[in-house]
């Protein structure tokens, strides 16, 4: 079962920040947060990865409360490309990645 | 990043047979990962491919059905057994490396084999 609770949809404007939420309330202390899309008919790609601290690379941000049990998804300038499936996941050490149903994000012009 | 190729990438196949789908990675992995992926929905892992031992399988997915492969750290082989039109999906191989060139803890995704049984 996923561990993870996502928004089913969202839209952003074209240039305008897409900001995506998770709730992972039952996070353990030693599971990292991952961010995947999924853009149609391609195979999953990677974003970022945290476990405390806020991470930013050249894709996007990932802001993680202080307490873990949530995390937003940044990015930054949207552009039309953008528009996916964004799954967020917990797990990471020798424990594989289980898919939840993501957030479809729709970005418009 | 890895680089995974995933054989063939698409494929249609009559009801009964049996299609094997290949996955080949450009670096020594230590995990390796079959999903499925239904039409509409989102992954579903079927099994961690082993090397040199028989894969591990997800609750709902058998052997008989999916037998998988790894016969060394680059490659790994999935057949989908006796196919029905209920296996109709999209295939992929991940991978996943704790040492190497790849980022530990970080999976990487091929793009998929699209199958429909006719």
């Known amino acids: 079962d996923a561990k993870t609770t996502q928004p089913p949809s969202m839209d952003c404007a074209e240039g305008r920040a897409a900001n995506l939420p998770c709730n992972h309330s039952t996070i353990s202390g030693n599971e990292y947060v991952y961010w995947y899309r999924q853009i149609h008919s391609q195979g999953p790609q990677y974003i970022i990865h945290?476990?405390?601290n806020n991470e930013t690379n050249e894709m996007a941000s990932l802001i993680i409360t202080e307490d873990r049990k949530s995390s937003t998804l940044i990015l930054p300038h949207a552009t039309l490309r953008d528009t996916a499936v964004y799954y967020c996941i917990v797990g990471g050490g020798n424990n594989d990645m289980r898919f939840g149903a993501g957030t479809r994000l729709t970005v418009k012009p | 990043s890895a680089v995974i190729s995933q054989k063939p990438s698409r494929d249609i196949c009559q009801r009964g047979t049996s299609l094997t789908i290949q996955c080949q990675v450009d670096?020594?992995?230590?995990?390796m990962f079959w999903y499925r992926q239904q039409p509409g929905q989102s992954l579903t892992l079927i099994a961690t491919a082993n090397q040199g031992s028989e894969a591990t399988y997800e609750s709902g997915f058998v052997i008989d059905k999916f037998p998988i492969s790894r016969p060394n750290l680059t490659f790994s082989t999935l057949t989908v057994s006796n196919m029905s039109p209920e296996d109709s999906s999209i295939y992929l191989c991940s991978v996943r490396s704790g040492t190497g060139v790849l980022a530990k803890n970080i999976q990487y995704f091929g793009a998929g084999t699209r199958l429909s049984v006719l």
């Open positions: 945290g476990l405390k």
């Open positions: 670096s020594q992995v230590t995990m």
